[in-house]
């Protein structure tokens, strides 16, 4: 079975320094990866994902995540952070398809990043 | 509409009575997945629908839970019989093609469902 791993419940960082939100993940096979983030009382908004090639991949709002096969992690980061990305963010995977053609995409219970002025 | 739109917004409801969530896909999104969010729990996944049939409903908690999505578009998510441990926010996604694929979600802003 996949699974989905963020380590931190939350993360404070003050504005203007980088910040880092880790994923780890384990899948049969190569993984697809996803980050979301959900502001308070909306829906999740896609930043990036990772299917294949580059492992540093760039996403919305200056957000980037690095892939690392040996690690098996996906971490988001952000060299300048705002204070408008406090926000929660979750981190997600979906192994191959099967036979079927579908594969469930796993999400992980999401941390909260607080930025302070 | 832009985006995937959910309704109603917020819901009240007596334990053991019915509720139906309705979910507006973005045009032309032929998957559609139903997901609960609970307080510190993360995402639950609850139902996958492609086109109008659901090749995966194991995600259902039980057999008061039941969804169905008409002309490929909007889907309705039924509670029968609501318990206080449903309440939550559901939340609605599309996407385009196969769940299989490399396609990201779309999802709606949530029906918060509060079961007193």
Same mark, same amino acid.
């Not at chain 2, 917004?9 to 998957?31: F, M, Q, W, Y």
């Not at chain 2, 093609?97 to 029906?111: A, D, M, N």
């Given at each position: 079975?996949?699974?989905?791993?963020?380590?931190? %419940?939350?993360?404070?960082?003050?504005?203007?320094?980088?910040?880092?939100?880790?994923?780890?993940?384990?899948?049969?096979?190569?993984?697809?990866?996803?980050?979301?983030?959900?502001?308070?009382?909306? +829906? $999740?908004?896609? $930043?990036?994902?990772?299917?294949? +090639? %580059?492992? $540093?991949?760039?996403?919305?709002?200056?957000?980037?995540?690095?892939?690392?096969? /040996?690690?098996? /992690?996906?971490?988001?980061?952000?060299?300048?952070? $705002?204070?408008? %990305? /406090?926000?929660?963010?979750?981190?997600?995977?979906?192994?191959? /398809? #099967?036979?079927?053609?579908?594969?469930?995409?796993?999400?992980?219970? +999401?941390? #909260?990043?607080?930025?302070?002025? | 509409?832009?985006?995937?739109?959910? *309704?109603?917004?917020?819901?009240? =409801?007596?334990?053991?009575?019915?509720?139906?969530?309705?979910?507006?896909?973005?045009?032309?999104?032929?998957?559609?997945?139903?997901?609960?969010? *609970?307080?510190?729990?993360?995402?639950?996944?609850?139902?996958?629908?492609?086109?109008? &049939?659901?090749?995966?409903?194991?995600? !259902?908690? &039980?057999?008061?839970?039941?969804?169905?999505? @008409?002309?490929?578009?909007?889907?309705? !998510? =039924?509670?029968?019989? @609501?318990?206080?441990?449903?309440?939550?926010?559901?939340?609605?996604?599309? &996407?385009?093609?196969?769940?299989?694929?490399?396609?990201?979600?779309?999802?709606?802003?949530? =029906?918060? !469902? @509060?079961? @007193?």
């Amino acid at each position: 079975a996949q699974s989905v791993a963020q380590p931190e %419940d939350q993360v404070n960082v003050a504005e203007g320094n980088p910040l880092t939100v880790k994923c780890t993940y384990s899948v049969s096979g190569n993984p697809y990866l996803f980050w979301y983030v959900q502001y308070p009382n909306r +829906g $999740l908004q896609f $930043l990036l994902k990772y299917i294949t +090639g %580059d492992n $540093l991949v760039k996403g919305s709002y200056g957000f980037e995540a690095e892939f690392n096969k /040996s690690q098996t /992690s996906f971490h988001l980061k952000k060299p300048s952070a $705002l204070v408008s %990305d /406090s926000a929660l963010y979750f981190c997600a995977v979906r192994g191959p /398809s #099967m036979n079927s053609g579908y594969s469930t995409l796993t999400f992980g219970k +999401g941390t #909260m990043l607080l930025v302070s002025p | 509409g832009a985006g995937v739109s959910q *309704s109603p917004s917020n819901k009240v =409801t007596e334990k053991g009575k019915d509720v139906e969530l309705r979910c507006d896909p973005i045009s032309g999104h032929t998957a559609l997945y139903w997901y609960r969010q *609970s307080l510190g729990q993360g995402l639950e996944f609850l139902i996958y629908f492609q086109g109008n &049939s659901a090749p995966d409903k194991s995600g !259902l908690p &039980s057999d008061r839970f039941s969804a169905e999505r @008409t002309g490929g578009s909007v889907s309705t !998510l =039924t509670i029968q019989r @609501t318990q206080q441990e449903d309440s939550a926010v559901y939340l609605c996604a599309s &996407s385009f093609g196969t769940s299989g694929g490399t396609y990201e979600q779309y999802f709606g802003p949530g =029906t918060r !469902l @509060t079961v @007193t």
